[in-house]
């Protein structure tokens, strides 16, 4: 099989799309996050949260979707942690975040040995299922790529709409982009800056867990400690790369998603027989480092990122 | 006069303290604004102003005391009440976001949150109805961060109508105008007050006072002290009520210029985002002479400002030093080319806020003075702090005390004997005396006028067109990275200077050379 | 609410916070002991006794300090100067991957001049790999968080095919390890009988070091100056790129020498489970100490034994042992928002 088949074929961007739906759901919330002015480095450790408490719910007896809302709840309850130290107490974004994963992760593979102290391999769920979109999926090449997907994958195209829809087009979104770019204009308008940034956090946390989730109730159908592996770092490249829209870190997604499918099928290739195959799964590290030095100079941050707002400054 | 005493009083505050751990910002205020009116609050750097308008703005909760608008208590602490109450406020450091648009800077916080459209074509239709009667021309699809600093007070105003303001704070507008477009913004207030409008007008300039007051309140230590109608008072006496008692700034005595110390010929920078670079400039700084540079800010000062301090290389031209060519430029060469450095802001930049004394005293000379072989010799670091503090009369606990911990002025004073310290040949003095009190203020430039004495080529960047004039040997004007002639003390009226400023004769001049 | 400075914080003022959270940090593993159906006081009681119960209990809480005082010191180093190494964990394997291959016989000197050259070329690794992040920040302008971690994963991976390549041990019955170090290239015990190597006294060395030079030499004034303020330090003429690489090199060099301290005196030979997360382990250390090189020493001994003491625990009530990371999480989370409760008080506008 060689590249051109590769890059031809259905099944090849069928894996592209579903190997970004995760990256979708948690690079919009880190966007959200960043667009109000707060780097949320909990990512990593609320996608793992977010991958067990959709899965546990499910095992538990919720229908899926049920666990998706579970996800998201812990979540947004990471946010709020996330939010309420780094917003109103304003303490370093970085040392917050990182310590925030820490804590997520510990307490999910606590839980896990709670919950299920005696399993040698986690058990499996009934996950989502592809459905394909009648007419739509009949179309060749497109159809079996973008139409036969699973319900959660629609959902991720669905909200990165729904985000772009309410940053640009609401008065909501004019007030998170503004908080982002500068808080005092956001005070002077007699809004509060803390309220919005909380709120953007506690969401954006919210959507990094459906991303994590992602993986344990669509992409596959149980929960592994390093199942999340670094995604979390992958999507804060993938928003910076996207440079800070959301249109942009879809693409961008797909993109990665594509090289990361192609990386895969690769290694089956006589390409994979010489390489070492340690090689091929560096791969998305090292494009999300690359993609950041890319984008670099070009990137238009947000003025207020990571700088916190105290009114009473004097 | 008789007319504007019956009419409406749209705000009154009462009794209003408000604390910041031991400092008193505002002490028992109370005062009354009619409809059409225009007071002025006038008072030093430090009185207190800005506290109150945060306080009738709803950004500060006073410890006592109450404001009403329009017969109405407002609720404390909330800007969104005020704004509702139709109380509207031009910060002095403006609050706009530089990549959202004009429009969206102004309706910003004006529609519900919940709301599921943001109504982008009445918003504005509306803008264009009100700059219209206003007089308020700017592009509402333009960008904030790409407008002048005049077109942004536009905004700034702009935004305040369009919130249907009935009461406007003004908060030192023409701090950033050119005198020029300070009567522009005269001119749109008085057309405003016609309709009907309110001004609380902050300054300490007190020829604007004049000019557009009905009223003056003054405030000194967070005590309202004074009330006067326009008619019934002068210059002389509001400057004297402003600092409690008469001021006498330093004198600067004639003395022959020295040989050149600095020379730029045909200097260029690059310019740092919306900032200006500097334009071919040429400038020769004397000894034993005060050289000011006037302009409005954003004009190239930092440019011109940073290119002195090292941190800047020219991209064209000649740079010399004392007669020699300089090469390879950075803030340590500066220094040890002889050149002391007062930077615009004290508190980023000049100095380590959570640095004690002495680590502060030191921040320049460490290497070359203070170690030996990567060692620190901190004994004799803390000995150059006493003496910094008590030499320049440095109010502090001790060289152990975190510099934060200090007001602005004893911090000035201790940046000011670190670069005297150092005996320098040319002295850089950018915005000496920005926010400190008149005491402070006489102190810094007294100092600056002794160096000078000494045979010191001494540059001062200032805002301020009377600091300027009044210590300035030399004068240049800088406009937009270019710099006027240099104008000799005494041949220049401040109308004049402001015709520069605003960037006429600079082509006449490029012509003529 | 608003924050304002306190002037004079008195010494209850600077105590208090601190001690609170790392009260808070007990209160929240009790909570989790309960829920998994333990009893807290017995928990904390089979943590302590597992932690420092028993001589064999008291050196192994040592050793596990050991690799924490130098991932601690590397964090601390940076994160003062305010360059955010998360990285720590493959600059650890990097020192781990020189001293595996230049260990098992490759430089065949005595211990006296083999040991000290594979420590300083273990440093030497972990500075580079730190270097490249560094100049990315200080040329490009790209976060060195984001970068810092890639690399985590990364150099892991490449770990990994050298422990399946090059590295592999043909005595491994196929296991990814390396060959065992010559008898010359291991640290040897400080007393002979303990199970205590020397790594630990040059961790200790290390900790005071550090503190030197951050207290008494101009470097130290630098790099605390440019994590202070960048801007003031640039213009009162610090070379601040240089600082930030000088600075990167120091914290890589310390974190490097974890993973050589590990390898050359503990284990014996290189695996993929060289280190449980020392790196960001690392992290914690470093703010439980709040950045003092000292403090490390006290936060490493204290994060071993609560690590140490939870695996006895573990094994004997049946809690998971990951209430310790738990535990220490929420003890950094706690102690970011005591630190700002010792200098700020929370007002009303």
Request: proline share 5%; hydrophobic share 50%.
């Amino acid at each position: 099989m060689d590249f051109f088949d590769i890059l031809t074929s259905a099944a090849f961007w069928a894996a592209a799309i579903r190997i970004a739906s995760p990256l979708i759901f948690a690079t919009l919330g880190e966007l959200i996050c960043e667009r109000a002015g707060v780097l949320n480095l909990g990512i990593e450790g609320i996608m793992v949260a977010g991958a067990f408490a959709g899965w546990i719910a499910v095992y538990m007896g919720l229908p899926l979707w049920g666990g998706v809302a579970v996800a998201f709840l812990t979540g947004m309850g990471f946010g709020l942690l996330h939010g309420t130290l780094s917003v109103p107490f304003g303490l370093s974004q970085h040392v917050v975040g990182i310590g925030l994963t820490l804590l997520a992760t510990s307490l999910t593979f606590y839980t896990y040995r709670v919950v299920l102290p005696e399993v040698s391999s986690p058990p499996k769920i009934e996950a989502f299922q592809p459905f394909e979109i009648p007419l739509l999926s009949d179309i060749p090449l497109l159809g079996p790529a973008l139409f036969s997907q699973t319900p959660l994958t629609y959902a991720a195209f669905i909200m990165a709409a729904l985000v772009a829809f309410v940053l640009y087009r609401t008065p909501l979104g004019l007030a998170v982009r503004a908080a982002g770019e500068s808080p005092s204009a956001v005070a002077a308008q007699g809004l509060s800056v803390t309220a919005i940034r909380m709120g953007a956090v506690i969401v954006g946390s919210g959507f990094m867990a459906v991303g994590g989730a992602f993986l344990t109730l669509s992409a596959f159908d149980s929960f592994f400690f390093d199942m999340v592996n670094g995604r979390g770092w992958i999507c804060i490249a993938l928003v910076v790369f996207g440079a800070w829209k959301p249109g942009k870190a879809v693409l961008g997604a797909i993109l990665f998603a594509a090289f990361d499918a192609l990386q895969i099928r690769l290694q089956q290739t006589t390409i994979g027989a010489v390489v070492p195959y340690q090689l091929f799964l560096m791969m998305p590290y090292l494009l999300s480092i690359l993609a950041l030095v890319l984008m670099s100079r070009r990137a238009e941050v947000p003025a207020a990122l990571m700088v916190p707002f105290n009114k009473g400054e004097r | 006069m008789s007319q504007k005493a019956q009419a409406q009083t749209v705000l009154r505050l009462s009794n209003i303290t408000k604390r910041f751990g031991a400092l008193t910002a505002n002490d028992d205020v109370s005062f009354d604004l009619k409809r059409g009116e225009v007071i002025a609050l006038l008072g030093e750097n430090g009185a207190g102003k800005t506290t109150l308008m945060n306080i009738i703005f709803g950004q500060y909760t006073a410890d006592t005391g109450a404001v009403e608008v329009f017969g109405q208590e407002l609720p404390p602490g909330n800007p969104h009440a005020a704004l509702d109450a139709g109380v509207g406020m031009v910060h002095q450091h403006f609050t706009l976001a530089g990549n959202l648009t004009v429009w969206e800077n102004i309706v910003l916080g004006s529609q519900r949150l919940r709301s599921l459209r943001l109504d982008s074509k009445a918003a504005k239709a509306k803008i264009a109805g009100l700059a219209k009667r206003f007089h308020l021309v700017v592009d509402p699809e333009a960008k904030v961060g790409r407008l002048t600093v005049g077109e942004r007070q536009r905004v700034e105003i702009l935004k305040a109508l369009y919130r249907e303001a009935r009461i406007l704070i003004l908060d030192e507008p023409t701090a950033v105008l050119t005198p020029q477009e300070s009567d522009a913004l005269f001119a749109t207030l008085r057309e405003a007050v016609g309709q009907g409008l309110s001004v609380v007008f902050i300054s300490h300039k007190l020829h604007e006072v004049m000019a557009i007051a009905d009223r003056t309140l003054v405030l000194r230590h967070g005590k309202l002290v004074a009330e006067r109608a326009i008619g019934d008072t002068s210059r002389e006496e509001l400057a004297a009520l402003m600092v409690g008692g008469k001021v006498s700034p330093p004198k600067i005595d004639a003395m022959p210029a020295g040989p050149a110390l600095m020379r730029l010929t045909g200097v260029s920078t690059k310019g740092e985002g919306r900032a200006p670079g500097l334009q071919t400039v040429n400038l020769t700084l004397h000894a034993g002479q005060i050289t000011g540079l006037a302009g409005v800010s954003g004009n190239g000062q930092k440019a011109l400002s940073d290119l002195i301090s090292g941190l800047v290389q020219p991209s064209a031209g000649g740079f010399e030093i004392a007669g020699a060519e300089v090469a390879d430029w950075s803030p340590r060469r500066a220094l040890s080319r002889g050149i002391g450095r007062i930077p615009e802001d004290r508190h980023h930049t000049g100095t380590i806020a959570d640095f004690d004394l002495t680590e502060n005293a030191v921040l320049e000379t460490y290497a070359k003075d203070f170690a030996r072989h990567g060692w620190m010799n901190w004994a004799d670091a803390k000995a150059r702090a006493e003496s910094l503090i008590a030499t320049y009369d440095v109010r502090c606990p001790g060289p152990d005390t975190r510099i934060r911990l200090l007001s602005g002025g004893n911090m000035q004073k201790l940046i000011l004997g670190r670069v005297l310290e150092t005996a320098p040949r040319i002295i850089l003095a950018n915005q000496p005396v920005r926010g400190l009190d008149i005491g402070a203020v006489n102190y810094v430039h007294g100092r600056l006028a002794e160096a000078r004495e000494k045979g010191a080529a001494v540059l001062l960047i200032s805002e301020d067109l009377d600091e300027i004039m009044t210590l300035s040997d030399v004068i240049h004007v800088i406009s937009e990275g270019r710099l006027s002639p240099g104008f000799v003390r005494g041949t220049m009226r401040a109308e004049d200077l402001g015709q520069w400023m605003a960037g006429a004769g600079f082509a006449e001049a490029a012509h003529a050379s | 609410m608003r924050l304002e400075p306190i002037p004079d914080p008195s010494l209850a003022r600077k105590l208090l916070p601190p001690a609170l959270a790392i009260l808070g940090s007990f209160l929240v593993a009790s909570l989790l002991a309960l829920i998994a159906g333990g009893n807290p006081l017995a928990v904390f009681g089979a943590i302590v006794k597992g932690a420092v119960g028993s001589k064999f209990a008291l050196l192994e809480t040592l050793n596990r300090a050991t690799p924490l005082i130098f991932t601690g010191l590397a964090v601390a180093v940076a994160f003062r100067a305010k360059l955010w190494n998360i990285g720590a964990e493959a600059q650890l394997y990097a020192g781990a991957v020189v001293t595996a291959v230049l260990g098992t016989g490759l430089l065949p000197w005595p211990p006296a001049l083999l040991l000290p050259v594979l420590a300083l070329v273990a440093m030497l690794a972990g500075a580079l790999l730190l270097l490249g992040p560094a100049l990315l920040k200080t040329r490009l302008g790209v976060d060195e968080v984001v970068t810092t971690l890639l690399l985590n994963y990364i150099f892991l991976l490449f770990v990994s095919y050298l422990l399946e390549g090059p590295l592999k041990d043909p005595m491994g019955m196929g296991w990814p390890k390396s060959a065992r170090l010559l008898a010359e290239a291991r640290l040897p015990r400080i007393v002979d009988g303990l199970r205590l190597h020397w790594g630990f006294a040059l961790a200790l060395i290390s900790a005071v070091a550090l503190w030197v030079i951050n207290t008494r030499t101009t470097l130290g004034f630098e790099m605390r100056a440019v994590g202070q303020n960048a801007e003031a330090a640039r213009f009162a003429g610090m070379p601040v790129t240089r600082i930030m690489l000088k600075t990167a090199l120091l914290s890589g060099g310390l974190a490097a020498l974890a993973g050589f301290s590990e390898v050359s005196g503990l284990k014996g030979s290189l695996t993929l489970d060289l280190s449980p997360g020392y790196g960001y382990t690392g992290i914690v250390v470093a703010m439980l100490a709040l950045l003092h090189p000292l403090g490390v020493v006290a936060a490493a001994l204290f994060v071993a034994a609560i690590f140490v003491g939870a695996d006895a625990m573990s094994r004997a009530l049946g809690v998971p042992s990951y209430i310790a990371d738990i535990m220490l999480a929420s003890a950094l989370l706690m102690m970011v928002l005591a630190i700002l409760l010792t200098k700020f008080r929370v007002v009303r506008d």
